[in-house]
């Protein structure tokens, strides 16, 4: 499957933007996916996750109440609704998918090493 994550760009404090991931040449529906990001000189960090029916998901706290993940699974597409961005929020975000979608071990869910796909990262930067 390939995954192709747009909707990045620049936005002011506290502003708002909606990352989308485009699935094709697979069924999205079988897959759990994630959202990871990059800050620069950083490490690569988990951000959301949900399951495949979009029944369960699972935020990182720093972003909790702020940041929302969706799916629609008849577009084949997946979400990250981002709002009240912060400057700390800045990073390249990369969407994942995961075929396993055992999402409920916080270890396996934030293990960007068991998502089999990855999109190409779209970039967000936050001014103050």
């Known amino acids: 499957v390939q995954l192709q994550a747009s909707g990045g760009g620049l936005v002011q404090a506290g502003g708002s933007l909606r990352l989308s991931c485009a699935a094709s040449g697979g069924t999205l529906s079988s897959y759990a996916m994630g959202w990871f990001r990059q800050a620069p000189g950083k490490e690569r960090e988990f951000v959301a996750v949900?399951?495949?029916?979009?029944?369960?998901?699972f935020i990182i706290n720093s972003v909790k109440g702020r940041f929302t993940i969706s799916r629609d699974n008849a577009k084949n597409t997946v979400y990250l609704q981002m709002n009240s961005l912060k400057p700390e929020d800045t990073a390249v975000y990369y969407c994942?998918?995961?075929?396993?979608?055992?999402?409920?071990?916080?270890?396996?869910?934030?293990?960007?090493?068991?998502?089999?796909?990855w999109g190409q990262g779209t970039l967000v930067t936050v001014s103050s």
């Open positions: 949900i399951s495949r029916s979009g029944g369960t998901t």
């Open positions: 994942a998918a995961d075929r396993e979608g055992n999402i409920l071990a916080k270890r396996s869910r934030e293990d960007g090493g068991r998502y089999e796909y």
